[in-house]
């Protein structure tokens, strides 16, 4: 298939980029020259223009495999603001709609369709496919074929068969998270076993993590919200009760929040999502049934209110923060109870054995971010396979955490268990090491054992602090059959006996806790003169966007605005040198932009 278009020339001209990130200009070239492949870029690095611009110059139509209505309908809305003849089918569409965009396709006048998977694998989509000049087949969130992932869909296994049906198409499967092992799930069952692999660096130098125990958790939220006003975000929670309570207590503290989650009825869903993508500083309180796929550019901040499943969830769930390469933050409010419930998770699935060890070992390896007194972001890193230096830049490059030797108090408290018959939990047992004659002690003689009273070195706080990093460490598991006995499990044995050391984290401070969760990363800052040139870009931007009925970043990003503010522009020749200012956007609205600069 012949190469319509240079690729250099289609960056500058359509997209108004003066150059590559990362890897992107390596995965173009492999695709324009017909290979396959297999890339790895985080939330932001530029997946999309590494299937978008082939399928400019390469010879037919680009098809993409969306799982997203909201996704597809905003790319293609992107798409056509640079001159781009795009469009997507899905269920959302009326007869008629399909019936254009299935014209439109057949006689060539398409550069890039976006499709579900299941609507893709259709037999007679696939025969219409059949009769057209194809350049290339993209499948976005490609991990979402890997049952090994935290985002499995089946419908995307049958996607293997276009490699059979579409012979000599180059093939790239694309997504933000995946280890090793799902990485080579997604070669093996999309049968891109030639396809070369790309994985850029997973590091989003840009985001600030922040792990804090939770404590009030509502005011916690609170607190961290009063140092992002007027700044959109999303707040994560496990359950559809937590997300419905939160949404109603930051509307009633008078903050713009809105609801999403699965039970809502579908067009309300759709109201507050639309409402989250087009208007500015508005916060969505959501379950992960939210955010695959969202392209917001300005989100500033992501709030995890309950314990992620795994370390790529929360990697994938936290990337949609700073899509723009803007300072933000992740923060994560994290309890015991979290890990308890989300192993019980775990073990209540009748998922097999292996498929439940794996998922409890990316639990842990998530609960050993939480736990580290070290970089967060190293932490991280390390788990995609990534070495980097301390960050400086989480909670505890800027806050070292503090630990201490838990040895001696490690074996006392477990020594406790044992000898009270694994039958108690962390409060009656702090009772007995901290000598405290109880009703409940002395009606079970547990102020006769050994164990009594030889753990007054330590508040009730700080064993709570114990108890819990030894449940986060695997070291105890709770009972929940036993009324929540804590139990010690064979990996605690060898702390038991005094054949291995043990360092725990010493419980941050009350007000050191609120200052991590008051903190907000420097935003860049415009000049004064700067600052009323970007207000007035911005309300001629939310016009054009009211009237196109698009989410404003569709018509320009803010780092867009905020380099015209900066640049001040005089002509058409200078507007060509601003990022994002592509040939068909310069047309569309360089008058009104050159305007707007020289009145201001």
Known sequence: MSIIADSNTILHTVFGLPGYRGQQEAVISHILAGGDAIVLMPTGGGKSLCYQLPSLCREGVGIVVSPLIALMRNQVAALRQLGVEAAALNSSMTAAEQYKVKTDLKSGKLKLLYAAPERLMLPDFLDMLADTKIALIAIDEAHCVSQWGHDFRPEYLQLADLAERFPGTPRIALTATADLQSREDIRKRLRLDGAKMFVSSFDRPNIRYAVVRKSGPQKQLLTFLAAHKGESGIIYCLSRATVDETAAALREAGLNALPY???????????????????????????????????????????????????????QETGRAGRDGMPSEALLLYGTQDVIFRRNMIDSTGAPDPIKRIERGKLDALVGVCETATCRRQAILAHFGETTAPCGNCDNCQSPGETFDATIPARKALSAMLRTGQ???????????????????????????????????????????????????GLVAVNHDAYGAYQMTPAADPILRGLEPLHLRRDQAATAARETIKKRAERPTLSGRETALFEVLRAERAKLAREQNVPAYVIFHDATLAAIAAERPKDVEALKNIPGMGKTKIDRYGGLILSAVAGA
């Not at 090491?433 to 706080?461: C, M, Y």
Request: hydrophobic share 40%; glycine share 10%.
């Open 261 to 315: 989650h699965a039970k809502l009825d579908p067009d309300t869903r759709s109201r507050n999502q639309d409402a989250f993508l087009s208007e500015e500083g508005l916060v969505l309180v959501a379950t992960v049934a939210f955010g695959m796929g969202i392209d917001k550019p300005d989100v500033r901040f992501v709030v995890h209110l309950d314990l992620p499943s795994s370390l790529e969830a929360y990697y």
């Open 423 to 473: 039958r108690f939990g962390a409060g009656h047992l702090t009772d007995i090491l901290l000598g405290l004659k109880t009703e409940k002690v002395e009606k079970f003689g547990h102020d006769k054992l050994p164990t009594f009273g030889v753990g007054t070195e330590l508040d009730r706080k700080t064993w709570g602090s114990v108890f819990r990093q030894l449940v986060a460490r």
